[in-house]
C-alpha cells in the first residue's frame, strides 16, 4: 500500500521534536475516521490528509485545508489533545517529513504569502467526487479552481517556490503522491 519509507520512524512525543520542527515541513495523517478510510482506500496509501507547518515565534503552526473550514491556520499540538475542539487527540497516527532542499527567506516568503491568500477557499468537495468517479468508474479528470482538497493546496504552496510533486495520469493529486515524493524525506511519528 502506497509509499513504505513512513513505516517504523521513530515515535516522538511532540514535546521531544517541537523545538526540530521548522516551516515547511510536511504533515501527514493517518486516519481512522470513515472519511480518512476512504481516502486511503481509494488512493492505496497509509495516509489521508497532508498539510504543511508555520513556526511563529513560539508557536508551531498547520496550513490545511479540510472539509468544513477550507484552508486554515490551525495550532498542531491541536492534533495531539484537543482535535477540533473534542477534548480529544485525532484518531490515527500523524507524521512528519520535510523536503531535501533548503527553504531560505524569501522561498519561505513567497509559500506563505500564497498560503495567506488561500485562507478561507474552499474545500473542494467537487474534487473528491471528480476523484471517486475516476478511481470506481474510470472517468474525470482534475480541474484547477479556487477551491482545494488537503493536497492541492500543499501543492500550490510549494509550486510557487519551484516544487512541484507528481500527480496521477488525470490530474489529481493525493496525500501519497506528496509522500512518495522522492525529494521528501520522513522525520518522525508524533506521538502526545
Known amino acids: 500500500m502506497g509509499t513504505q519509507k513512513f513505516n517504523n520512524l521513530q515515535r516522538k512525543s511532540y514535546l521531544q521534536i517541537r523545538d526540530q520542527i521548522q516551516t515547511g515541513d510536511i504533515f501527514f495523517a493517518s486516519g481512522n475516521y470513515a472519511f480518512s478510510k476512504m481516502i486511503q482506500h481509494f488512493s492505496d496509501s497509509k495516509f489521508s ?94 480541474g484547477d479552481n479556487d477551491a482545494y482538497i488537503c493536497s492541492e493546496f500543499v501543492d500550490i504552496c510549494f509550486k510557487e517556490i519551484g516544487i512541484i510533486f507528481p500527480r496521477d495520469p488525470n490530474g489529481f493529486i493525493f496525500p501519497e503522491h506528496i509522500a512518495s515524493d522522492n525529494n521528501v524525506n520522513p522525520l518522525f511519528e508524533i506521538v502526545a
Request: net charge negative.
Open 49 to 142: 490528509h497532508v498539510g504543511f507547518v508555520f513556526t511563529w515565534n513560539t508557536r508551531v503552526l498547520l496550513l490545511e485545508s479540510v472539509e468544513d473550514d477550507g484552508v486554515r491556520l490551525v495550532p498542531l499540538s491541536q492534533y495531539l489533545s484537543n482535535y477540533e475542539n473534542s477534548g480529544q487527540p485525532y484518531n490515527g497516527q500523524l507524521f512528519l517529513g520535510r523536503y531535501n532542499a533548503p527553504l531560505d527567506t524569501s522561498k519561505v516568503n513567497l509559500m506563505l504569502g500564497k498560503a495567506a491568500d488561500s485562507l478561507h477557499k474552499k474545500y473542494d468537495q467537487d474534487e473528491i467526487i471528480n476523484i471517486l468517479a475516476r478511481v470506481t468508474i474510470g472517468l474525470g479528470k482534475h
